[in-house]
């Protein structure tokens, strides 16, 4: 680890703790060379695979803002687009992957979101699950009217 300050090449880990609820280390480190101190964040790089081939590190800010996208106009706040993107985060993290498709992501939220708002569910599936008929929206919202109790025909 370069020292942030001197740029020499070697530093010495004073501290270690854990952070983000276990899913990264916090270390408190000393410089031998100029003798500051720095904190660095170590976590497990997780990778997207894109349809186009392309793989990313994985961005919990980038499912918030698909998110906020498919909530727009609807009664949605921050804090809850904040607990839905940990959720899903935690979900692909357990699965153990160091890449997951990005479709996989995209399900992954459908089940949270569901939840918190079933016109932004809507919004989204439509893209991941690629509906293309009037057709697919009203099975969609048939599942949604079954699984509310509710009668499917009001």
Sequence with gaps: MHCPFCRH??????DSRTADDGAAIRRRRSCPECGRRFTTQETVLMM??????????????????????????????????????????EAIRATGNAEIPSHQIGLAILG?????????????ASVYRGFETLDDFAKEIES???????????
Excluded: W
Excluded at 9 to 14: A, F, G, H, Q
Excluded at 54 to 83: H, W, Y
């Design 9 to 14: 090449t070697d530093s010495r880990v004073i």
């Design 144 to 154: 949604l009217r079954v699984a509310s109790g509710g009668d499917a025909r009001s």
């Design 48 to 89: 997207v695979a894109k349809r186009s081939g392309v793989t990313e590190p994985f961005s919990r800010d980038k499912i918030i803002a698909g998110v906020r996208r498919a909530c727009q106009g609807r009664p949605v706040n921050e804090d809850a687009l904040a607990m839905l993107g940990q959720r899903v985060e």
């Design 112 to 124: 949270p979101l569901r939840e918190l708002d079933e016109v932004a569910y809507l919004r989204f």
